[in-house]
């Protein structure tokens, strides 16, 4: 049915006026409806009346029959509205035999399409939307996967394409009209389309796929033409982007585990004479979508790379920049590409390893997190934010991903609230972490594990970070690591553990190139020291009057370290918020508000299943433990990097459920209450690989850190914003609970587990000598003592490194379950041109109607 149309033929038009056209279909429905006895399926006359008149449009179809035509056709002539849906498939099924060799038949076959649009949502309301099952496309076929060249196209041949589409989705769209509670019963329409008996599967999907890697929105670059020629391959583009997300979701049961023992050969023996590029995917498990199994087997690295190519090109769209303004066309279905490209990751692993290897992986990374950046504060895409995260967590969980953020990042464009820097795309992604947790929305407290699990996982591999990413995380770690904070809620403390191991997976195995992270964390040392001596019964001085009254904001740098800490110029928003668990999923969601002045507000699942944990071990860890090595050997000295990359070859990963973030470095020493600043021993000797002293006589003693960058007018807007944030996310130190209250004895249990060893003991060996620097040899500069720590080395004093955990995205029925009324609210926001499912009772969501906005629709939950 999508390959019949071709362009429209001279003289289709009707001889008559516009208006006594409509007003003749206007008659002929409200014949229809007010016929009370059943009218038969032989009077062809009179049902022609419906389709015949080829000067309609789509917008007319959905004005001149009103949801209470239908309603009063489907509640009082059922028998009438059973038989019109009857012969409109009959008509469509005909035309598709003669491929649309009549005059008019492919405007005739239209206004069937049109007509079956507006009227399936309303049997789907009232779960009546059994009929035209045998209804199957004849797909178009487009260059690219699977076919070398395209049979070409125009302009109304595009649009035609479309319309056929959005009659395919409104068929599928009976998930709409289900309760979340009922998502588990099978969408009949969908579980025909994606099975054997459809076998036009494969090309369908290929076609689909060309097409929307195929779309260059930009074109020639012409300035302003998108705004003087109608673009109807976008329209295309977008539906099919549509049509795949809700293909590659679904998920019926398999017809091996329906069919009973007996009649399984004779299933298969019809599969094989059906097509035997079919019979393989449907006999594995799990496979009774034909969609997914054909997504799951592409492996051709062309097939590959023009994926790849064609969605990071779309992604990358909305950031394009001219030094016209708006000349150039921009793409508004960025939320369903995501899904898509989510999809593609989880069906196909060969797909996902190439991006992983592409250039493209940068082209995927930095849109997506402006697009996180942009939507952390609108409470109305809650859910491309929450997507965005998953999508980050699922590439984190690779080695391969971790290694390429290294690149360098060359800021083409002015980001949103982050300051321009000099670093990789690494110090980019925790930028924008810090910017959520700091400044975002108070409801994605639950994402905050799955931002720092995220880092935890790439921190292995990250070489060098900047000074102003390392500033941010010692932000993080300073506000985390208050008491206030920590006895809040009974998992606060999780994202210390988060932390913690960020640092300690840097300094074990890429302590050569982030000196800025160890200058940093001097900087702050009170901090750990405070965290290491933490008192078990201090939650006693937080009465519940003083954790209402007290300030919710984040503590400042230089509050914690006493004034030597630095702040740089926009480092003072923050939020006093975590999670509980990496396995809670978004709250809420609302999409945004469509022109029919409805707000789709979807309901996320609760929580996300417990990822998965692969753990490296390597014998070689040991080379650079405590107490053993020469100078130069282990993980620190000059070959540091090759060693790293020979562990990881030899690495052996096992796979479990991942346990709260204590029970994982329980095997790490904690360090004595009594270690302070000043119990550390002084006389411990930096080895250096320079053999280079500073020279200089003896000066009165003196700070070592450099006084703060920012000036007073500065540090009081950052005091200001802190406080804004605060009262922001005050809710985020309130208890978890009215009858939560802290104990030594679970305060003890966590705070054992603590992996402070590896930074103490750093803390513990290069404190005393920076302070020594800068005592004897009067160095105030930030440059010297870096060049200092650059210099050094730790071979040998360090702890057993410890094993690589990555802890890898795995689904769960609650997050299919998310995942689902998402697709379908982004789905229904953006079909409003022409309005699908306009006044009609939705019940998978919520919808909101605005205010000020008139129409009769009824109320929805």
């Known amino acids: 049915m999508l390959g019949c149309f071709g362009p429209r033929r001279k003289g289709y038009c009707v001889n008559m006026g516009a208006s006594n056209t409509k007003e003749a279909f206007r008659t002929a429905v409200l ?80 206004n069937c399409v049109r007509l079956l649009t507006r009227i399936l949502p309303f049997l789907f309301e009232a779960r009546t939307g059994d009929f035209c099952s045998g209804l199957l496309p004849i797909s178009s076929r487009e260059a690219g996967i699977g076919c070398l060249a395209s049979p070409g196209t125009t302009k109304q041949l595009d649009l035609n394409r479309a319309e056929i589409i959005k009659l395919l989705i409104t068929c599928f769209s009976e998930s709409l009209y289900l309760d979340p509670v009922e998502l588990n019963q099978p969408n009949r329409w969908l579980a025909h389309f994606t099975s054997p008996e459809n076998r036009h599967v494969l090309p369908l999907l290929t076609s689909l796929l060309n097409v929307v890697c195929t779309y260059d929105p930009v074109g020639y670059g012409v300035p302003y033409y998108y705004a003087l020629v109608q673009d109807p391959r976008g329209d295309l583009v977008e539906a099919a982007v549509h049509l795949l997300i809700i293909l590659l979701d679904s998920n019926p049961p398999s017809p091996r585990q329906q069919a009973p023992p007996s009649s399984r050969s004779h299933a298969v023996s019809q599969q094989q004479r ?12 799990g496979m009774a979508n034909l969609f997914c199994g054909f997504v799951s087997r592409l492996h051709q690295n062309d097939d590959l790379e023009l994926l790849a190519k064609g969605f990071m090109g779309l992604l990358c769209n909305p950031l394009k920049q ?91 464009l002015q980001l949103p609230d982050i300051p321009r820097f000099t670093g990789s795309h690494a110090d980019l992604l925790f930028l924008v972490f810090h910017k959520i947790i700091t400044s975002g929305l108070p409801r994605l407290q639950p994402l905050y594990d799955c931002l720092l699990t995220i880092m935890v996982n790439i921190s292995p591999y990250l070489k060098t970070l900047s000074m102003v990413t390392c500033a941010r995380l010692m932000h993080l770690m300073e506000s985390f690591s208050t008491p206030w904070f920590l006895f809040a809620k009974p998992n606060n403390h999780y994202l210390v553990f988060y932390l913690l191991e960020i640092f300690n997976n840097i300094i074990q195995y890429q302590f050569d190139g982030n000196t800025n992270l160890i200058y940093s964390l001097i900087r702050s040392k009170v901090v750990f020291y405070q965290l290491a001596n933490l008192p078990e019964d201090s939650y006693l001085l937080l009465t519940p009057h003083a954790r209402n009254t007290s300030h919710p904001g984040i503590t400042s740098a230089s509050d914690i370290n006493n004034g030597e800490s630095e702040k740089p110029p926009d480092q003072g928003s923050s939020s006093s918020s975590s999670s509980s668990t990496l396995s809670t999923a978004p709250q809420t969601n609302k999409s945004s508000p469509s022109p029919g002045g409805h707000v789709a507000e979807i309901e996320p699942p609760g929580k996300i299943q417990t990822v998965e944990v692969e753990v490296e071990v390597s014998s070689a860890a040991a080379a650079g433990g405590e107490g053993g090595g020469e100078e130069g050997e282990g993980l620190h000295g000059a070959e540091g990097a090759g060693k790293m990359e020979k562990m990881e070859e030899e690495r052996k990963g096992t796979s479990q459920a991942v346990p709260p973030p204590a029970s994982s470095t329980s095997s790490s020493s904690t360090v004595p209450p009594a270690l302070t600043r000043d119990t550390l021993p002084q006389h411990q000797t930096l080895k250096k690989a320079s053999k280079k002293r500073l020279s200089g006589g003896p000066k009165p003693p003196v700070s070592f850190l450099p006084p703060p960058s920012a000036s007073p007018l500065e540090q009081q807007k950052l005091l200001s914003l802190s406080r804004d944030v605060g009262e922001r996310n005050r809710q985020l130190v309130e208890p978890l609970t009215p009858d939560f209250k802290p104990t030594p004895e679970w305060v003890r249990s966590w705070k054992q587990k603590l992996p402070l060893h590896t930074v103490l003991r750093v803390l513990q060996v290069l404190v005393p000598q920076v302070e020594k620097l800068c005592t004897e040899h009067n160095v105030k500069s930030e440059t010297e003592i870096l060049s200092y720590l650059k210099n050094g080395t730790l071979v040998g004093l360090l702890p057993v490194p410890h094993p690589i955990l990555i802890r890898k995205y795995q689904t769960s029925e609650s997050t299919e379950m998310w995942l689902h009324s998402y697709i379908w609210g982004v789905v229904y926001v953006r079909n409003y041109d022409p309005p699908i499912w306009y006044d009609t009772t939705i019940r998978l969501f919520h919808v909101h109607k605005q205010d000020g906005l008139e129409g009769d629709a009824p109320a929805e939950r």
């Open 274 to 285: 059906g097509g035997a590029i079919q019979t393989p995917i449907l006999n594995e498990p």
């Open 31 to 110: 014949d229809l409806v007010n016929n009370q006895q059943s009218i038969t399926t032989q009077d062809d006359s009179f049902w022609e009346r419906y389709w015949a008149d080829t000067s309609l449009s789509a917008y007319d179809y959905f004005a001149l029959i009103s949801s209470i035509d239908i309603r009063n056709l489907r509640d009082t002539a059922s028998g009438n509205l059973t038989a019109l849906c009857f012969k409109v498939v009959e008509r469509i099924s005909a035309a598709t035999a003669t491929a649309c060799s009549g005059p008019n038949e492919h405007v005739i076959v239209l």
């Open 322 to 412: 001219t030094y016209l303004p708006r000349s150039v066309k921009k793409i508004f279905f960025t939320q369903e590409l995501y899904i898509l490209v989510w999809k593609m990751f989880e069906l196909n692993k060969k797909f996902l390893v190439h991006v992983l290897r592409s250039p493209h992986l940068f082209d995927l990374i930095v849109p997506l997190l402006h697009q996180l950046l942009e939507t952390r504060t609108n409470p109305a895409l809650v859910g491309m934010l929450h997507l965005g995260i998953f999508i980050l967590l699922l590439l984190s969980g690779e080695r391969n991903f971790g290694v390429r953020l290294n690149k360098a990042f060359v800021q083409k």
